[in-house]
């Protein structure tokens, strides 16, 4: 009986999340910006995609592959879908996240559901960066002058920022096809 109920959970945001085709994330469209700016405008420390992969995937696949084209429809807005992710992560995933971290992890199901590149910031240092992105996004780093690609492995991404960089002012920035997520470094790294 307990295993047909947590059976029922695994399967339950897919019913309740269901399909959306939400506006995809642009550089012009403000609620995307500060979407994607309030998860992940500075080092984070908190690497969502590798919690997901230990936490969610064994249930919702490798970055949320399970969830189907049907994911988000009937969501009302942001704090839906965050209500859930809270749900899930402190029920079947079993693993309850601060309101920061949870802030992220919806960041990522946001991307998930609006079928956007995810992009975040986990770690800064004078002269790396490091974070995760949605495996099949294309990193850089631009300053308006000089771009540098950023390799990726799976999801995890880290960058030696070359000496003749500047910095200031420069942004990670992550592509799939026309969608864009960008972050700003608000400030040189320290």
């Given at each position: 009986?307990?295993?047909?109920?947590?059976?029922?959970?695994?399967?339950?945001?897919?019913?309740?999340?269901?399909?959306?085709?939400?506006?995809?994330?642009?550089?012009?469209?403000?609620?995307?910006?500060?979407?994607?700016?309030?998860?992940?405008?500075?080092?984070?420390?908190?690497?969502?995609?590798?919690?997901?992969?230990?936490?969610?995937?064994?249930?919702?696949?490798?970055?949320?592959?399970?969830?189907?084209?049907?994911?988000?429809?009937?969501?009302?807005?942001?704090?839906?879908?965050?209500?859930?992710?809270?749900?899930?992560?402190?029920?079947?995933?079993?693993?309850?996240?601060?309101?920061?971290?949870?802030?992220?992890?919806?960041?990522?199901?946001?991307?998930?559901?609006?079928?956007?590149?995810?992009?975040?910031?986990?770690?800064?240092?004078?002269?790396?960066?490091?974070?995760?992105?949605?495996?099949?996004?294309?990193?850089?780093?631009?300053?308006?002058?000089?771009?540098?690609?950023?390799?990726?492995?799976?999801?995890?991404?880290?960058?030696?920022?070359?000496?003749?960089?500047?910095v200031k002012g420069a942004k990670v920035v992550?592509?799939?096809?026309?969608?864009?997520?960008?972050?700003?470094?608000?400030?040189?790294?320290?």
């Open positions: 009986m307990k295993a047909l109920w947590l059976l029922g959970l695994a399967f339950l945001p897919l019913g309740v999340l269901g399909a959306q085709t939400a506006p995809p994330h642009k550089k012009s469209s403000a609620a995307s910006s500060a979407a994607s700016s309030a998860a992940s405008s500075a080092a984070s420390g908190f690497a969502p995609l590798a919690y997901f992969d230990a936490n969610c995937a064994r249930c919702h696949g490798p970055n949320g592959s399970f969830y189907g084209a049907g994911f988000g429809k009937g969501l009302k807005d942001d704090a839906a879908l965050k209500k859930i992710v809270k749900e899930m992560c402190e029920g079947p995933g079993n693993a309850p996240l601060d309101e920061a971290r949870l802030e992220i992890l919806t960041d990522f199901h946001r991307a998930l559901r609006d079928d956007a590149p995810f992009l975040v910031i986990v770690s800064q240092s004078a002269t790396t960066l490091g974070g995760e992105a949605s495996p099949d996004a294309k990193l850089t780093l631009e300053n308006g002058e000089k771009c540098v690609a950023i390799e990726t492995k799976g999801s995890a991404w880290k960058l030696e920022i070359p000496a003749d960089f500047p992550a592509r799939r096809g026309e969608k864009i997520r960008e972050i700003g470094l608000e400030t040189a790294p320290e």
